[in-house]
């Protein structure tokens, strides 16, 4: 049965789907209207931990401007991929983006179906993954998004592209 869902856009709500993320005490369930409400978030999504673009581009770029999108008056920069949150989780701690970025598990895929930008990579024996994209979601809704065609590249959802849109 072909889905009737209509792709993530600016003025959509977040689909309110449960995220998992790293607590003190280890993994937790976090619901997306609760992390993002009240708040103005950066979000960007990847197709893999670890995997070439993703490691070296992509989470790269917003480590490295993580202070300047947040004197924009972002609250919180987010990533979510899926990934499990232990691999999400020592990933961010590898990369040095731990203390500056969210990490939003999204392991089984349940958020970028909801949203329509999910990316099948299962001929690559990646499985089911998500489209690489950025957004700022203000409150729960999205103010813009930017998702790139080709899932190899970080352009239109970099971080440079992020602070350019702040």
């Known amino acids: 049965m072909k889905r009737e869902l209509m792709t993530l856009k600016a003025g959509d709500r977040i689909p309110d ?14 619901k997306a209207k609760d992390y993002f409400a009240g708040r103005k978030i950066a979000l960007f999504s990847v197709p893999g931990a670890y995997t070439p673009t993703c490691h070296a581009k992509h989470l790269p770029g917003f480590v490295a401007k ?11 920069i987010a990533v979510t991929a899926v990934n499990d949150i232990f691999t999400l989780d020592h990933w ?15 392991g089984s895929a349940v958020f970028v179906k909801a949203a329509c930008l999910d990316l099948d990579l299962t001929e690559f024996g990646l499985g089911v993954r998500g489209k690489r ?17 080709n899932s190899s590249v970080a352009t239109v959802s970099s971080a440079e592209t992020t602070l350019e849109k702040l």
Not at 17 to 30: L, Q
Not at 66 to 76: E, M
Not at 92 to 106: C, E, F, N, Q, V
Request: hydrophobic letters at 45%.
């Open 66 to 76: 993580a202070s300047d999108i947040k004197a924009k008056g972002v609250d919180a």
């Open 17 to 30: 789907v449960t995220f998992t993320r790293m607590g003190a005490g280890g993994p937790e369930p976090i």
């Open 133 to 149: 994209f950025s957004a700022i979601v203000n409150d729960g809704v999205v103010d813009w998004i930017n998702v790139e065609e």
């Open 92 to 106: 961010l701690k590898d990369s040095g983006a731990d203390a500056k970025i969210d990490g939003l598990a999204d």
